[in-house]
């Protein structure tokens, strides 16, 4: 029996070890379901206060419940990256962040660590998948060159926080370095998907279907917003002209809003369009697009500043960047409340998913839900059906980043693309 045979027994019956380095929106829940049907799982992490937290079962993302259920059976233990015990793997998923720096390129610094930290150990046939967001070529660039006769695999993640999809229901891409490495990595995810795989040609393929998919809801999404400030001039509600366009067979509906924010749709597309720059091919419509959507949290100030007065009371609601979560990641929420900072527009912010500290250290003053003169949607969380009458009386002005309002309340409703009095 060759080596490849031998993982893939190990696979099948579920005595292979499995390392996730990286314990955050994507990673944690891979651990605990990996963990749950049966495989041994090693987590790894650098930040040593966050791996006190997650081996006592309490995370940043929440899931509390489900870790400490699995720590317990001792099937999920959380280690240091550095420990000796990442030699004992035989399966290493990498699921850590791909940012921007500040100048909006590509942080791959965390994924080169993770290389190093495997270039350490004796990586010989055992396999290692690519769970982080990169562009075309890069997971071939970084992990494959870490030494002889090992497994590569590439199987872009695709999470949706908040949402009921969990890691088990999302269909998922796969593409691998050659033929063994990508019947590991299938036998490995049929084991835990309840999803038919998508198994495509090659690790660029799945690559670049990640940069793909997230780039084509960014430039969707900064054309309706385009229209929706368009409809704001003419006074026609978008909403009702994206219901009419949906009724296209070849329309998908997009929304406009206050901004895009996660670690995807925002993001994403710059790891394109630095590959496409390095190929000198000019992508002017993903650049356009992006510089559009950046531009919107402005947009909602400007109805903010067109409407406030001095000593009037204004109060952000929410202020994560997604509704029914409490992930701040990219929210352009915070970037409007610096665009009012600088105007020396005075707020209070309340979102009922952030603590009153995580407000705190970001540098904004807490609010609570009494009537204001200006009330400001940024997120629209499932308690504001209840909480925004305690805060909207007769005369408030309502600027609904989320267009959220179907109808009147308070003095007006200044939508994005539609307008309520």
Request: aromatic share 6%; net charge positive; with cysteine.
């Amino acid at each position: 029996m060759n080596n490849q045979k031998i993982l893939l027994e190990k696979i099948k019956h579920k005595k292979a070890k499995i390392a996730i380095i990286g314990l955050g929106y994507v990673g944690l829940p891979l651990a605990i379901l990996l963990a749950k049907s049966g495989f041994i799982v090693d987590g790894y992490i650098k930040n040593k206060k966050e791996l006190m937290s997650i081996s006592s079962g309490i995370s940043k993302i929440g899931m509390d419940s489900d870790l400490k259920k699995i720590l317990k059976t001792g099937k999920l233990s959380v280690h240091n990256i550095i420990s000796k015990r990442l030699q004992d793997n035989d399966i290493y998923i990498i699921c850590v962040p791909t940012p921007l720096n500040k100048q909006k390129k590509p942080d791959l610094s965390s994924l080169n660590q993770v290389a190093k930290n495997l270039s350490r150990i004796n990586l010989e046939n055992k396999l290692i998948i690519n769970e982080s967001t990169v562009s075309p070529f890069t997971t071939k660039h970084i992990f494959g060159s870490l030494g002889k006769n090992y497994f590569l695999v590439c199987s872009p993640e695709r999470i949706d926080p908040g949402s009921k999809k969990t890691v088990e229901n999302i269909q998922k891409l796969i593409g691998g370095m050659n033929a063994d490495s990508l019947t590991l990595g299938i036998a490995l995810y049929k084991q835990i998907l309840r999803k038919k795989l998508v198994v495509v040609k090659n690790m660029e393929v799945a690559e670049m279907s990640k940069m793909l998919e997230n780039t084509y809801r960014a430039v969707n999404i900064a054309l309706i917003n385009e229209f929706a400030k368009l409809a704001d001039a003419i006074n026609i509600d978008i909403l009702d002209v994206i219901a009419a366009a949906k009724t296209k067979w070849s329309f998908r509906a997009h929304y406009p809003g206050i901004g895009v924010g996660g670690h995807c749709i925002p993001i994403d597309p710059y790891y394109i369009l630095k590959l496409a720059e390095i190929k000198k091919i000019d992508m002017q419509l993903v650049t356009v697009g992006l510089s559009g959507n950046e531009r919107m949290p402005d947009y909602v100030a400007q109805k903010i500043i067109k409407n406030y007065k001095k000593n009037m009371k204004v109060l952000i609601y929410g202020l994560t960047y997604k509704k029914n979560i409490a992930d701040l990641r990219e929210s352009p929420v915070l970037v409007l409340c610096q665009i009012l900072k600088r105007k020396k527009i005075d707020f209070v912010v309340y979102d009922p998913l952030i603590g009153k500290k995580q407000i705190q250290k970001l540098g904004l003053r807490i609010g609570k839900l009494e009537k204001v003169d200006i009330f400001v949607v940024g997120t629209d969380h499932k308690e504001l059906i209840h909480d925004y009458s305690l805060a909207v009386g007769s005369e408030t002005v309502v600027v609904d980043g989320r267009n959220f309002f179907q109808n009147k309340v308070g003095k007006k409703v200044l939508g994005i693309g539609r307008l309520r009095r």
